[in-house]
Nanobody, 121 residues
Framework: QVQLVESGGDLVQAGGSLRLSCAASGRTSGISTMGWYRQAPGKLREWVATVDARGTANYANFVKGRFAISRDNAKNTIYLEMHGLKPDDTALYYC???????????????WGQGTQVTVSS
């Protein structure tokens, strides 16, 4: 199995910046794409950004130009640099990894526990 641990969430003022980290441990060789999702109170979880094993990134429209996802394969860690934070960015941010136990098995979604980001106005 593989475990994901997020960190870096905090309370910041609007316009501020944060850097989230997600460290993977365990059988990390089976990880493919990793990404960030978020869930605000009373809302569904939504996709924020993903990065594949080669470093190709994709973003939700609402974070383009403000957030940047990156990946350090040597450390089995991904990051989310967030700038220009808005109160609407307040949410629990989750890390997800697409993981498979072997090259012939299907991928499974592995989730972390989340890290809270709160943006005050």
């Amino acid at each position: 199995q593989v475990q994901l641990v997020e960190s870096g969430g905090d309370l910041v003022q609007a316009g501020g910046s944060l850097r989230l980290s997600c460290a993977a441990s365990g059988r990390t060789s089976g990880i493919s794409t990793m990404g960030w999702y978020r869930q605000a109170p009373g809302k569904l979880r939504e996709w924020v950004a993903t990065v594949d094993a080669r470093g190709t990134a994709n973003y939700a429209n609402f974070v383009k130009g403000r957030f940047a996802i990156s990946r350090d394969n040597a450390k089995n860690t991904i990051y989310l640099e967030m700038h220009g934070l808005k109160p609407d960015d307040t949410a629990l941010y989750y890390c997800k990894a697409d993981w498979r136990v072997s090259a012939t098995s299907a991928y499974n979604d592995i989730w972390g526990q989340g890290t809270q980001v709160t943006v005050s106005s």
